[in-house]
């Protein structure tokens, strides 16, 4: 994400999939990965993407002989803008609390 920038949030429609198939294929899949690349994104947005089965050694699946209930997810991020500023205190003195007895600490020196 560009600096100043952060995913708030994101969700998959659907969140899950149903894989239809013979048992030894079927027992291979260990996940369905979708990708998507927020590195310039500074604004929500919905894509359309298909995902790509994956065992569990991270290798990719040969899908012949599956069939899923649906091509591909849709995918919101919801992206928002950041910045950091400094936290200041303003000290009224007044009395016998004067700047020079008291010693004032402000944590965290940024929100």
């Known amino acids: ?3 100043g920038y952060i995913l708030q949030d994101y969700n ?3 969140d899950a999939i ?11 899949i260990e996940q369905a ?3 998507f690349d ?10 359309t993407l298909s995902y ?9 699946l040969d899908i012949d002989g599956l069939t899923v209930d649906t091509p591909a997810i849709v995918f919101n991020s919801y992206v928002v803008q950041v910045k950091t500023v400094p936290l200041v205190v303003d000290v009224i003195s007044e009395g016998m609390y004067a700047e020079n007895i008291a010693t004032i600490t402000v944590e965290p020196k940024e929100i």
Do not use: A, C
């Not at 149903?18 to 291979?28: A, N, R, T, Y």
């Not at 927020?38 to 894509?47: A, C, D, E, F, R």
């Open 1 to 3: 994400m560009p600096e």
């Open 38 to 47: 927020l590195t310039n994104s500074k604004k929500s947005q919905q894509t």
């Open 12 to 14: 998959l429609s659907p």
């Open 52 to 60: 790509t089965f994956y065992d569990g050694k991270g290798n990719v």
């Open 33 to 35: 990965v979708v990708n």
């Open 18 to 28: 149903i894989v239809k198939g013979p048992e030894s294929q079927l027992d291979m």
